[in-house]
């Protein structure tokens, strides 16, 4: 993962170099070596320069054909609006081959004046989970959990309305066309986006309610034992949303596990939570909270492999998403801005 983030940050100082000096910033790929070059525009329908990215289309499968049998996407397709108003597909990248289960497109179309603007997602040897950032919301995540976490995003007053990258059966890799956009120029970001999550399928799904501006986590509260029993927080206003996880089995662990009492955490009124890591598999294993004062944890312990979910610049986390039912099955961050 270590070379993967690596990777992503020399991909963003490129990407500001060069647009001081060109119109046009490419960044990426992400992903794996498998599958056929594309690029949208060069193989299928032409994208003249006024024609706008009116909507996308991604299609999440189960595909039992691939060593191990894994959760991934299938492929990704853009969909276009001419200056004459005509819509249009532009090529596929993937395959509707009946090698993995089929699982419905999942359609979204943008606004008039809604751009996208980034993506993230996991990726290992091909794009396992993605999600779509715009000036007004984010689509996703779709897809699995398996890959270490991506995030390719736009630089300041661009957009993106081509993908570039490789495939063949599923989506191996994916990258971004970033091109000059006017009615970005003072674009600061989105309100907030989901990035994650990491963990497991099992238990129910789950997110975090909205909260107001001015409300700020106020406590973090952990149960553990040789994993992550459950997570919650603690708001300004006295607000605290369910509890995501229970109080673990204990066959959870291979020595016949144990029960930490839960562990409460206050944050100063001027400490901020900026995101959350650790290690995850099956379930997460083992967690820590990252502020802008200190770290919190970990708690659990050590299995499953590393992850990193840090908010961008100018983010901050005040509420969770992912699945939880006897344990903190798996765990995303919704980022939101400051």
Same mark, same amino acid.
């Given at each position: 993962? %270590?070379?993967?983030?690596?990777?992503?940050?020399?991909?963003?100082?490129?990407?500001?170099?060069?647009?001081?000096?060109?119109?046009?910033?490419?960044?990426?790929?992400?992903?794996?070596?498998?599958?056929?070059?594309?690029?949208?525009?060069?193989? @299928?329908?032409?994208?003249?320069?006024?024609?706008?990215?009116?909507?996308?289309?991604?299609?999440?499968?189960?595909?039992?054909?691939?060593?191990?049998?894994?959760?991934?996407?299938?492929?990704?397709?853009?969909?276009?609006?001419?200056?004459?108003?005509?819509?249009?597909?532009?090529?596929?990248?993937?395959?509707?081959? %009946?090698?993995?289960?089929?699982?419905?497109?999942?359609?979204?179309?943008?606004?008039?004046?809604?751009?996208?603007?980034?993506?993230?997602?996991?990726?290992?040897?091909?794009?396992?989970?993605?999600?779509?950032?715009?000036? *007004?919301?984010?689509?996703?995540?779709?897809?699995?959990?398996? @890959?270490?976490?991506?995030?390719?995003?736009?630089?300041?007053?661009?957009?993106?309305?081509?993908?570039?990258?490789?495939?063949?059966?599923?989506?191996?890799?994916?990258?971004?066309?970033?091109?000059?956009?006017?009615?970005?120029?003072?674009?600061?970001?989105?309100?907030?986006?989901?990035?994650?999550?990491?963990?497991?399928?099992?238990?129910?799904?789950?997110?975090?309610?909205?909260?107001?501006?001015?409300?700020?986590?106020? *406590?973090?509260?952990?149960?553990?034992?040789?994993?992550?029993?459950?997570?919650?927080?603690?708001?300004?206003?006295?607000?605290?949303?369910?509890?995501?996880?229970?109080?673990?089995?204990?066959?959870?662990?291979?020595?016949?596990?144990?029960?930490?009492?839960?562990? /409460?955490?206050?944050?100063?009124?001027?400490?901020?939570? *900026?995101?959350?890591?650790?290690?995850?598999? *099956?379930?997460?294993?083992?967690?820590?909270?990252? /502020?802008?004062?200190?770290?919190? @944890?970990?708690?659990?312990?050590? !299995? @499953?492999?590393?992850?990193?979910?840090?908010?961008?610049?100018?983010?901050?986390?005040?509420?969770?998403?992912?699945?939880? !039912?006897?344990?903190?099955?798996?765990?995303?961050?919704?980022?939101?801005?400051?």
């Amino acid at each position: 993962m %270590t070379k993967t983030v690596g990777m992503i940050c020399v991909f963003a100082l490129c990407s500001l170099i060069l647009a001081a000096c060109n119109s046009v910033v490419r960044l990426g790929p992400v992903g794996g070596p498998g599958g056929n070059d594309f690029e949208d525009g060069k193989q @299928g329908p032409t994208i003249a320069p006024h024609t706008r990215l009116s909507g996308i289309a991604i299609n999440p499968s189960s595909c039992l054909v691939l060593d191990p049998p894994a959760r991934v996407i299938r492929h990704i397709q853009n969909q276009y609006t001419d200056p004459a108003g005509q819509r249009f597909l532009g090529e596929k990248h993937g395959s509707n081959e %009946t090698t993995c289960f089929y699982v419905p497109a999942l359609p979204k179309p943008l606004e008039q004046g809604e751009f996208v603007t980034g993506i993230y997602g996991r990726a290992g040897s091909f794009i396992d989970s993605i999600s779509i950032m715009t000036t *007004k919301s984010t689509i996703g995540p779709i897809g699995g959990s398996g @890959g270490d976490p991506f995030f390719l995003q736009a630089p300041a007053g661009y957009k993106i309305r081509k993908f570039f990258g490789r495939s063949a059966a599923v989506l191996d890799a994916i990258g971004i066309i970033a091109e000059e956009e006017p009615a970005l120029k003072n674009y600061v970001g989105p309100p907030w986006y989901r990035l994650g999550a990491a963990g497991g399928w099992d238990g129910a799904a789950f997110e975090d309610p909205p909260v107001g501006f001015d409300i700020r986590v106020s *406590k973090i509260i952990v149960g553990q034992s040789c994993v992550v029993n459950f997570v919650q927080f603690e708001y300004s206003n006295g607000q605290s949303p369910v509890r995501h996880g229970g109080y673990g089995l204990t066959s959870e662990c291979p020595t016949g596990g144990y029960i930490i009492a839960p562990q /409460t955490f206050t944050l100063a009124s001027d400490e901020f939570i *900026k995101g959350i890591r650790g290690n995850a598999g *099956k379930v997460i294993d083992q967690i820590e909270f990252v /502020t802008n004062k200190r770290t919190i @944890g970990p708690f659990g312990e050590e !299995g @499953g492999h590393p992850f990193n979910l840090m908010a961008a610049d100018g983010y901050q986390v005040r509420r969770l998403f992912g699945r939880s !039912g006897v344990v903190l099955d798996a765990v995303g961050i919704v980022a939101e801005r400051r």
